[in-house]
Each structure stands twice: as C-alpha cells, then as structure tokens.
C-alpha cells in the first residue's frame, strides 16, 4: 500500500545577497516543525495526538478515488498547533489500456483522442487533480469553512509519487523507456498545472530516489518542487540530520518522514547549513566584514550571537565584523537563528587570521632512474592572493631541496625508499604556517596472487608465478622466509619442496630491478586434506535423470483491485508459464493478459459494492500446482 503522502509548512526560501557567506544551523525542532500525516488507513482508528501540524490524504490510496474520512480528519489537522493544514494526493499514469478513467475525447488544457500521448497523460493527471480538488473543496464546507476555495488554496498540497501506483513505466503493459517516462512525467506536471490554474501556490513531492528514478527517469522538470522524502530516519534526531541531504528531484528538501508513536512522523526542514570557515590576512583582519546567509529560511532571519566577542560581532542581521586586528589564530562566533515564520536553528563561524595552509601537492612518486630530474612546485592557501609566501625548509636536505618559492628538488640521483621534506611559510602581511612533502622512490608494487589454495595430493606438482609490477627493466626475487616448504626462484616461480601436510604455508622476501627501484613481497598457500575417493567394482545399473522444473512462487502484486471497475495488476515472482488460471473470491475474475516466466499481467475485474480488504489470488497452473499470493482491494 503507497504510504500517506505529506506536505510542508513553510514557504521557505533563499537569502540572497552580495558575496554571502552561508551560516551553519544545526536546527532544533520546534512546536510546529514535528507533525502527522494521515489518510483512509486511518479511518475508524484513534488520530496522532497533539501535533504540531497535520497533513490529510485526500485519496482513498489511488487517483479518483475519496478518503472516506477527508472531513473527519481535516477537522483533526484544523485543531493541530499550526492550524493550516495540507493535503497530499496519489498520483499515477496507468496509460489507455484498461484505466477507464483515460481521457478520450478532450480538447483542453490539452488535445486528446484517447491515445498512448503526452496530451492524453497531460489531461489524464489534470483531470485526476480535479477530482480530488473537488473532493477537498467538500470536506471544506462540510467542515465549515467560510469559503472553501480560499482555504483549498492557501494549503500546502504534496503529489505522492510511488511505485504503488500505476505508472506505464513500471506496470509492465508498456516498455519502460524515455518516451513512457515522459508520459508519466506528462501526468504529474498535468496535476501541478490544475492545481496551480485554481491558485494554489504551494505544491511539492513526495517520493524516494529508488521510486522517483523507476517511474520519471533522469529529468530536472520539477527542480524548482520542494521534496519530502522518506525511508531516511528512524528517529526525530536522524530527520534533522536528512534535511541536509540531496532531494531525488533536485528541489529543496522541505520535509523528512520518520516513524513515530506508530504513526507516520513527519518533520519540517528548518535553517540547515554547513559550518563556515573564512581566511584572512593578519593585515587584512583590521576592518573585516562580512555577511552571513541563512538558507532554507522564510523571510527576514534574526541572529543572535551567544559567543565569540569581544573579537568577532556579529550584527542581528547577520553581518560579521571584527572588534579591530586581530592577532593570528583562529576565532570562532556562534549563536542562534530565527527567521519570519518562526523557524530556529544554531550558526557557527569561523574566522582564520593570518594563516597558510598548505594545499597539493603534500606527496608524489618517481622511479630511481629519474629521481634527478624530479621536481614540484608547493602550493600554500594565500590568504591574500596577492601576496606570495616564502619558503623555509628545516628539515629534509640534502635529499630534497625546498627554495624560498617552494620549488622542491633533489640533489640528485637517489635510492629507493621514502624522503620527506618540511619547514614554514611567511608572507609580507604577517601570515604564516607550515609546509611538508613526502616522495617515494623506486617503489616496487606486488600484484595478485598473494594466495592460494591446494589439496595436498596435488602440493607436490604445485607452482604459481609471483607478479611485481612499476618495474623497469627485469626483477629479481630474493626469498627471506618461507623455505624449505616454499621456494621462490630469483625469477618469482613458487613452488613447493615436496607434498605438504595440511596446514597454512608462508613466503616473504625482497624485489629489485635493474635501475635501482626495490619493494617486497609476500605469499600465502593453503594445503587442505587430501580428497578421499572411493570406489566400487559393483556394477550399477544405468539411471535415467528427470528434470523436475521448480515450482512457481507468486512473490508480490502491484497495482489493487478496486470494487465496480477492471484494473491491471501485475504479480512477480517465477515459474509462470502455459497461463495459469487465477482465482479469488466471489465477485472477482481475473484474466492473464501476459506472462513472461517472472511477471504476470492480469485484467481484475470486481463486481460492483464488493467490500475491502486484503483477499488472495490463487495461481493454478496446467501440470497441477498451484500457488498464492495476497492484494489489497479498496
């Protein structure tokens, strides 16, 4: 069954100003940013107690259908601590054959004759909003409202967008290819175009990244959406954490979905950022400012600093200053945020005064043969770029040689093995730091095999050849360990002295090749017991094999069956063959339309006033098995 889709609380957007710097805001949750959805699973059940606010599904778990308790449950998000409530509706692109919901005779908002089309999926989902917007305006009024349309449209309304549905991308009656993915993405921008022709401004998706690929693909049609994602916390504390990760449109992630007291949770992305590091010069500290940028914010944000002075001030509208030049060293100011809609979250920057810090490259490689010739030029993160550091290495000469503009070379020729270089940087502003370099020389490298496994019958006749590679030139192997079991020839052939009992069997030793460039290597073989084979001068009789193929297994059904119309299921699983046939309860026939050894397509139809539920298909196939499998109907 799709879960109840969601909605967001704020309207929330981006601060935009000249050369911001973004605040970090680990955000803590607030009265209204932790809510409940709920929807037609609910009905007959006790509501989410208390909440901040309250989402309600308008569907009864697919397109053109009611949530038999809208009404019921849009009084109970009324009275939720943010009394706005939202709604979220199922979406779905089943396509012409056998929906009998498909448009095949519509001229506007686009042309349809009822075919597989883009205008017809268009329509299919502006009609699909339609009904469900209808659906709302009732409960509206039925709940009192003064003008149900105004408060229909200042909601936030969420497209549920879920494999459970019906999608041509994902039903099997259709290829899934670009051309059905921008079916269904046809549909879901048709529902976004009624629901923004009646006014309702505040529109956002529900959906997962494994979901949200399977059924639209790769597009950035709806970037400009606000997400909410679930599947991502198990707590309230882990759907904080996801606010910060990337939305499966491209939009802002607005809203995470947790489990909570049984129910769906549901928590409202407030000011989340990563924490801010800005460099400058020791010079440069005197007269410093700069503005910090809350994202994620609705409306003007208030800072509070709560650390940090007298060094660093930071303004209530985020400007960052300091209290005059500083010396070098780090200095830090935090503090909390809010913005218009009464969103918080925390802010941590900080200022780096008059230090360099070393970027690539911190380490490199070269052969013996030209380890002359080598050399790198040290780059270091100026904090202004004006101004160029001197070098001053304290340790690593004679070997290698760092000049005052950090170009680093070698006295020349040098053996293999690992020389590092290192010292301290200063510029003409005061700043300064240190640098280091590490180069390895001539450095040999073994490949596979570095194990191995024999019985030990065949121990005696076993050998494998070692591989050393970044060589020039021939190698030689020096064994150090491992003899007598294990030999290695000065060519790296391993090979054993004679049969070996069982057991585990070591070798090490040392490479070089003819320009100087060395390394090591090692060797493990495993001797396991020797197989016992046992045989019989009896003679048998000869045997005839029959191939018994595997049962069928019914797995899942996607898609549901609905009371007064045919729909498409589809049931995975294997072994279905020779079309079976399909049986549930009465008032129920089903057809297979296709099979193709894992999927079954079936045409489901349900005699009209037939009740809900969870009911079972039986799968009967033509050599007299049989197997089941449950769908939900309603």
């Not at 991502?232 to 489990?259: D, E, H, K």
């Not at 809609?341 to 360099?356: I, K, N, P, R």
Request: proline content about 7%; aromatic content about 8%; charged content about 10%.
């Amino acid at each position: 069954m799709p879960r109840p889709l969601r909605r967001l609380l704020l309207a929330l957007c981006v601060v935009a100003l000249a050369s911001p710097v973004t605040a970090s805001a680990a955000t803590a949750p607030t009265p209204v940013s932790v809510g409940f959805d709920v929807s037609f699973p609910q009905c007959g059940h006790t509501l989410p107690p208390s909440p901040g606010f309250g989402i309600v599904g308008v569907n009864n778990g697919h397109g053109f259908s009611t949530n038999p308790c809208l009404a019921f449950e849009l009084v109970w998000a009324q009275d939720a601590a943010n009394a706005a409530p939202s709604f979220y509706l199922n979406t779905q692109n089943p396509g012409p054959a056998g929906a009998p919901d498909w448009p095949v005779s519509q001229s506007t908002p686009q042309a349809c004759a009822g075919n597989n089309s883009a205008g017809c999926a268009y329509d299919y989902g502006w009609n699909m909003a339609s009904a469900s917007y209808a659906s709302v305006l009732s409960a509206e009024a039925q709940d009192g409202a003064a003008s149900p349309s105004a408060a229909a449209n200042a909601a936030h309304w969420w497209l549920d967008v879920e494999t459970g549905n019906q999608w041509e991308t994902t039903e099997g009656l259709y290829a899934n290819n670009a051309t059905n993915q921008s079916y269904d993405q046809a549909s879901l921008q048709g529902m976004i175009g009624y629901l923004q022709s009646v006014g309702a401004t505040q529109i956002g998706i529900y959906s997962t990244v494994r979901q949200w690929s399977a059924i639209m693909g790769v597009t950035s049609a709806f970037a400009t959406f606000p997400a909410w994602i679930p599947g991502l916390a198990a707590t309230l504390t882990q759907a904080v954490s996801a606010c910060s990760t990337t939305s499966f449109n491209g939009g802002r992630v607005a809203m995470i979905q947790y489990p909570s007291q049984g129910y769906d949770g549901d928590y409202v992305c407030g000011l989340v950022e990563a924490p801010v590091t800005i460099s400058v010069s020791a010079s440069g500290s005197l007269g410093f400012s700069q503005q910090l940028v809350a994202t994620n914010a609705s409306g003007a944000v208030t800072y509070a600093q709560s650390s940090g002075q007298p060094q660093l001030v930071v303004s209530p509208s985020g400007l960052l200053t300091t209290s005059g030049a500083l010396a070098q060293g780090s200095y830090s100011a935090s503090g909390t945020i809010t913005d218009a809609a009464g969103d918080t979250g925390s802010f941590q920057v900080t200022l780096d005064v008059g230090q360099l810090i070393q970027q690539s490259p911190t380490a490199g490689r070269v052969k013996v043969s030209g380890s002359a010739r080598y050399s790198a030029q040290l780059q270091m993160s100026a904090t202004s770029p004006v101004v160029a550091p001197t070098f001053a290495e304290t340790s690593g000469q004679p070997q290698l040689v760092v000049s005052p503009s950090g170009l680093l070379t070698t006295s020349g020729t040098l053996p293999a093995g690992t020389y590092t270089a290192s010292g301290t940087v200063s510029d003409v502003l005061g700043d300064s730091g240190t640098f280091t370099f590490t180069l390895t020389v001539g450095q040999l490298v073994q490949r596979p095999p570095l194990r191995a496994s024999v019985s030990s019958d065949q121990s005696a006749t076993y050998s494998v050849q070692l591989d050393v590679g970044a060589n020039l030139g021939p190698i030689t192997y020096v064994q150090t360990s491992g003899q007598p079991a294990l030999a290695v020839s000065s060519s790296g052939l391993v090979t054993a002295s004679g049969t070996l009992a069982p057991g585990t069997y070591s070798v090490a030793g040392t490479v070089t090749d003819t320009t100087g460039d060395a390394g090591t290597f090692s060797f493990t073989l495993t001797v396991t017991p020797a197989v016992v084979t046992t045989t019989t001068t009896t003679p048998t009789p000869p045997t005839t094999t029959t191939t018994v193929p595997s049962p069928p297994r019914a797995v899942a059904v996607i898609g549901r069956a609905i009371a007064g119309r045919t729909r498409i299921l589809t049931v995975t699983g294997s072994g279905f063959y020779g079309r079976p046939r399909v049986t549930s309860h009465p008032g129920t026939r089903a057809l297979v339309a296709h099979d193709t050894g894992s999927l079954l397509v079936l045409h489901v139809s349900v005699r009209r006033g037939s009740r809900n539920g969870v009911f079972v298909f039986t799968l009967v196939f033509k050599n007299g098995q049989r197997c089941r499998v449950r769908y939900v109907q309603g």
